[in-house]
């Protein structure tokens, strides 16, 4: 028998079953991934971003990364001695630091979004072209929410359920 998820109830139910175990095979597949590469999956979060939008200023970064500013700075810091990033100074704006990945620090961002590609494409592979544009459209409306319930507690610092 098919549930019918337009029930809040069995929605919230449903969806703290799934979430956790979704999360562990994401995480479970990132160890994976990132095993004998010296590297976290921040810093990999990091490098990822920079691989898909290169020159990027560090107000950018960090809130790509969902970092402040001052962590992000720290995060940067490590990838510069680990020769995977480089810091310049804006030629317009001297107060403005931007940040570009090596030539090593691209070849590793590539070989990372090249097995993540080959995993979502076997994903891809095995579910119907209808059930992809439904996971794509559910994921963006997850996002949309999370990022305004963001911006809620930003304005308003008061706990979801005091509404």
Avoid: W
Wanted: hydrophobic share 40%; no cysteine.
């Amino acid at each position: 028998m098919e549930e019918d998820y337009r029930e809040i109830e069995t929605f919230t139910t449903a969806i703290q079953e799934v979430f956790p175990k979704l999360m562990h095979y994401l995480e479970t597949e990132e160890i994976r991934e990132l095993t004998g590469l010296g590297i976290t999956p921040g810093q990999v979060n990091a490098l990822l971003i920079l691989f898909l939008h290169d020159d990027l200023t560090m107000g950018e970064l960090s809130s790509e990364i969902y970092l402040a500013e001052s962590a992000a700075t720290r995060l940067v810091d490590r990838l510069v001695k680990l020769n995977l990033v480089r810091r310049k100074g804006d030629e317009k704006d001297r107060r403005v630091v931007r940040v570009y990945l090596t030539s090593y620090g691209r070849q590793l961002a590539n070989l990372v979004f090249q097995r993540r590609s080959l995993r979502f494409r076997n994903l891809a592979e095995r579910i119907s072209a209808n059930e992809r544009e439904m996971l794509i459209t559910s994921m963006r409306a997850v996002l949309r929410v999370f990022e305004a319930f963001e911006i809620q507690a930003a304005n308003n610092p008061m706990p979801l359920d005091a509404e």
